[in-house]
């Protein structure tokens, strides 16, 4: 059987214990008891008497923190022993402190329990000896026990709670610093996705052209057809340096007092549709819907067509491209379909890393809608396959399309 190791008394504790121990002993020395020897309370007769009660108090104050039960128990009856004697204060003094620990630092049953404990025994000190006695005098056996014992219980338990309190406070505070430390890192990482998305949007669709043209310029011998890309070169290396400087300046810390520029909303399909039709695109814009969208769904509709004609220019094989949009149900709908296939087409492709489709997902996911892309059959008699974008915008934050 293994043996039981006891835990290390404080250092405090054992201080408490020896200057108890000394204290009690110069007024042994000296001869000053708590009761004058003859009295028909004191049965053990004789000074040495005293000692034994304070020896044990004393012991019970090393254990006053490790084993705040076992010291109470004994110290009682210690306590008890004491009032046999001529009676020593700093017995009675240690002992109040080894009650007030054990509310301290005992259990919280303990903590709860002795107070009322206390309390009735400090109410039937003072009614029993005044019923018995009758003499006002008796009273003061009930003050004394109380003195003793209840005063230090209660104090213990309100500097117990007290304790606690702010136990469950440091807890809070440093619950409500992670949830804050939380929120912080997820707002960065939403922050880096956003400008993530707004960097592709705004210059892949400038520099797809730009690879596109630049290789038909290199590949091709006709001088007309190599002034007509590189006039299409230049016009999206000026558009897309003119909106990397826009996103530039926005993320400078010299410009956060600047206004932010504006967003791109529908007003500006017309704009973006001739220059995918001046990159050589087929593209037929079928309906654009009315006023009154909310900011977020129209730059959301603006950047999934545009990242869908990037993608169409890319990866499209020839004929033509279509751009619907309708409203209803509180949906704002986007679909933009583009051959599939190889489809002869002459023009080079630019390589393309897989990030507009999961940006425009992500968009859409934002808004609570839905969103798909993938090779969907064609309308027209002849068969074949289309590539269609489709995205449902709700129009009133918290609806699912």
Known sequence: M??????????????IAVGGLFGGLLLWGIGLGMRPAGQPLVVLEGRWSLLAPLAVMAGCEVLRRTAPRTALLVGTAALA????????????????DVMYAAVLYGPSATARRLPWITGLLTVA??????????????????VAVGIVSFAPASTGLIV????????????????TALLAEMDRVQAVTAERSRMARELH??????????AIHSTAALSLEDPGTTRQALTVIRENSVEGLAEMRRLIGLLRDA?????????????????????????????????VPGKGLPAPVELAAYRIVQESLTNALKHAARGPVTVALSRGDGVLR???????GDGGRDAPRAPGSGAGLVGMRE????LHGSFEAGPVPADDPAGGKVWAVRAALPLTEGDSA
Do not use: K
């Open 255 to 287: 410009g956060a007092g600047a206004a932010p520029g504006a967003a791109p909303t529908l007003d500006g399909l017309g704009t973006l549709v001739d220059t995918a039709r001046a990159n050589g695109l087929d593209v037929t814009l079928d309906a």
């Open 201 to 210: 949007d705004m210059v892949a669709n400038h520099l797809s052209a730009i």
């Open 2 to 15: 293994a043996a039981v190791r006891l835990a290390r008394p404080h250092r405090f504790d054992v201080y």
């Open 160 to 175: 117990r709670s007290h304790r606690e309190d702010a136990e469950a406070a440091r807890l809070r505070a440093e619950q």
């Open 363 to 366: 968009r859409t996911a934002l």
């Open 334 to 340: 986007v679909e933009v379909t583009s051959p599939y």
């Open 125 to 142: 000190a003072t009614v029993v000896p005044f019923a018995v006695w009758r003499v006002p005098e008796a009273l003061l056996i009930g």
């Open 81 to 96: 022993v004491d009032t046999l004697t001529q009676g020593s204060l700093v017995t009675v003094l240690m002992f109040t």
